[in-house]
Every structure is written in C-alpha cells, then in structure tokens.
C-alpha cells in the first residue's frame, strides 16, 4: 500500500506507540506521527519503530495535530489515501484496510468507522450512553446522520486530503470533521470497527465534562458563521 498515509496524533504515548507504529508498517510504509508537545520519550519511540516524525513544539491538541500529520502526508509521493488512527492501540489496521477496500470499490470521498455497527469491547456502559448522546447531538446539529460521531478512524481520497481544514485544535474537531463532511458534500459511508478499550486507553480518555465543552463549542462555531 505505498499510496496509503496512515496519520496518528500522539501525546505523551511512549509505552504503546512503537507498537502501533510496528502494526501499521506491517501493511503500510507510511505512518505520519504528529508529536503533539509530549513531555515523555514519544519521539524516540516514533523514529525507533520507523514512523514519520512532525513535532509541535507545545502541546496543541488532537485537531491541529491531525491537520498537521494530513499537510505532511501530502507531501509525500504518490500517496492518494489517507488514515486516520489513534495512538492508543484502540484501532486495528485490519479495519483500516477493510475501509480502504470500500473506499476504492465505492464512489465515496470518505469511509467513517462506526462502534456501533460493529463492536466496542471492554467499553463500560457510561460509556456507551455517552457516546450514543454524542451522536444524536451530532445529528441534530451537523446535517447527516451518522451512527457514531466520535470515531476516530477514517479513511478518505485525495480530494478530501486537499480540502478539509480543521480549525478547531482540540477534541472538537470530531465534531467538526463531520460539519466538513456535510458542507463540503464529501461522499461518505460507514462501516463497522471494533474499537479495543484497555485499562491504558480508558486511563487515558477523556473526561466527562469534555462532552459538554464539544456541545458548547460546537453550537458557538454554528452561531459565528
């Protein structure tokens, strides 16, 4: 696959990092790391498992890293598809070459995973409720409808590469890609993932109160347009 990018934002994820790095290259040459100001070994482990490493100098959050690792993955030749992909082992490349199979037998310009099509293992049940919330949230206020709004595995074209831009620099872009989605009139499907919630990823998720803080930044984005 030399014409796929996987992009991965990564803060302060020195134990698991090398091994994503090393699960992707089994599969993909290209794995764009966007070391987002870690205060930990992260980087040394990018360059050690062979990733690709763009280092910001201050932690600015998982938008404006992903905007970040997509700019520098155009750059690279003859790559004309994209991945997004977490940096805390919740992700599994077989679902990222699935969805890359739809994207290439489909006229679709993005392939968005879905949970709640497919599986959420270990996922407590707060957890479910929450995200569920999350999506008809997304519904109601984004202009498609989706499944599972808070994904962050996704697959997309050249086209979408060259004309998303996401602004806003932390865990709202979710919600903001999927604004992008309707108002670019990108093509889009879902498809079903498993998502992998370990002791380390859960410890490492976000917060509760996050839920209202995206609500609110994302209904303030609406009203200044």
Same mark, same amino acid.
């Given at each position: 696959?030399?014409?796929?990018?996987?992009?991965?934002?990564?803060?302060?994820?020195?134990?698991?990092?090398?091994?994503?790095?090393?699960?992707?290259?089994?599969?993909?040459?290209?794995?764009?790391?966007?070391?987002?100001?870690?205060?930990?070994?992260?980087?040394?482990?990018?360059?050690?498992?062979?990733?690709?490493?763009?280092?910001?100098?201050?932690?600015?959050?998982?938008?404006?890293?992903?905007?970040?690792?997509?700019?520098?993955?155009?750059?690279?030749?003859?790559?004309?598809?994209?991945?997004?992909?977490?940096?805390?082992?919740?992700? +599994?490349?077989? $679902? =990222?070459?699935?969805? !890359? %199979? #739809?994207?290439?037998?489909?006229?679709? /310009?993005?392939?968005?995973?879905?949970?709640?099509?497919?599986?959420?293992?270990?996922?407590?049940?707060?957890?479910?409720?929450?995200?569920?919330?999350?999506?008809?949230?997304?519904?109601?206020?984004?202009?498609? +409808?989706?499944? $599972? =709004?808070?994904?962050? !595995? %996704? #697959?997309?074209?050249?086209?979408?590469? /060259?004309?998303?831009?996401?602004?806003?620099?932390?865990?709202?872009?979710?919600?903001?890609?999927?604004?992008?989605?309707?108002?670019?009139?990108?093509?889009?499907?879902?498809?079903?993932?498993?998502?992998?919630?370990?002791?380390?990823?859960?410890?490492?998720?976000?917060?509760?109160?996050?839920?209202?803080?995206?609500?609110?930044?994302?209904?303030?984005?609406?009203?200044?347009?």
């Amino acid at each position: 696959m030399e014409d796929v990018a996987f992009v991965v934002p990564v803060y302060n994820e020195e134990t698991v990092i090398g091994s994503v790095i090393e699960s992707v290259l089994e599969t993909c040459p290209h794995v764009v790391c966007v070391n987002d100001g870690s205060s930990d070994a992260s980087a040394d482990r990018i360059l050690e498992a062979g990733g690709y490493l763009v280092n910001h100098p201050i932690n600015m959050g998982q938008g404006a890293a992903l905007q970040t690792g997509i700019e520098f993955a155009r750059l690279l030749p003859g790559v004309t598809r994209f991945v997004t992909f977490d940096a805390d082992g919740q992700h +599994r490349v077989e $679902d =990222a070459v699935r969805m !890359l %199979r #739809v994207l290439d037998t489909t006229d679709v /310009d993005i392939v968005l995973g879905s949970r709640f099509l497919g599986e959420a293992i270990g996922a407590t049940r707060f957890k479910r409720l929450l995200l569920k919330a999350a999506v008809r949230f997304s519904n109601m206020t984004s202009g498609i +409808r989706l499944t $599972d =709004a808070h994904n962050g !595995l %996704r #697959v997309f074209n050249r086209h979408v590469a /060259d004309t998303l831009r996401i602004t806003a620099p932390d865990m709202t872009h979710a919600s903001e890609i999927i604004e992008l989605i309707a108002r670019n009139k990108y093509r889009f499907v879902e498809v079903a993932v498993t998502i992998d919630y370990s002791d380390y990823s859960v410890a490492k998720g976000q917060p509760a109160v996050n839920a209202v803080n995206i609500a609110v930044d994302t209904l303030l984005r609406k009203v200044s347009r």
